[in-house]
């Protein structure tokens, strides 16, 4: 499974973005899906995740209200839309998919390769 993170950039605060996450390879095999972020010098962090039917989500607490997670199974595309950015939402954003089946060989997870946001004050 590769994964491809698109819409990330520089927006006022107050400004919204909406990330795309796309996949592709064997996609029959990804379950839950989330967004990570991690700023400078600090570690990566949930930002939101979307169970294997989109039913169930969960946000971290500074985003909720303001970010919504969904995603598409027919196009295998994730979206972050954001609303209300604030300067402390600048970080790379990154993809992560969990896999099933799986073996140790294989990976049970995937990573993409990070979308930049910055969001000026």
């Known amino acids: 499974v590769r994964l491809v993170e698109s819409g990330g950039g520089l927006v006022q605060a107050g400004g919204s973005l909406r990330l795309s996450c796309v996949a592709s390879?064997?996609?029959?095999?990804?379950?839950?899906m989330g967004w990570y972020r991690q700023a400078p010098g600090m570690e990566r962090e949930l930002v939101a995740a979307i169970t294997s039917g989109g039913g169930s989500t969960n946000y971290a607490d500074d985003v909720k209200g303001r970010f919504t997670i969904s995603r598409d199974n027919v196009k295998n595309t994730m979206y972050l839309q954001m609303n209300s950015l604030k300067p402390e939402d600048t970080a790379v954003y990154y993809c992560y998919v969990t896999l099933a089946p799986c073996t140790p060989y294989s990976g049970c997870s995937r990573w993409g390769q990070g979308t930049q946001v910055t969001v000026s004050s």
């Open positions: 390879g064997s996609t029959f095999s990804i379950k839950g």
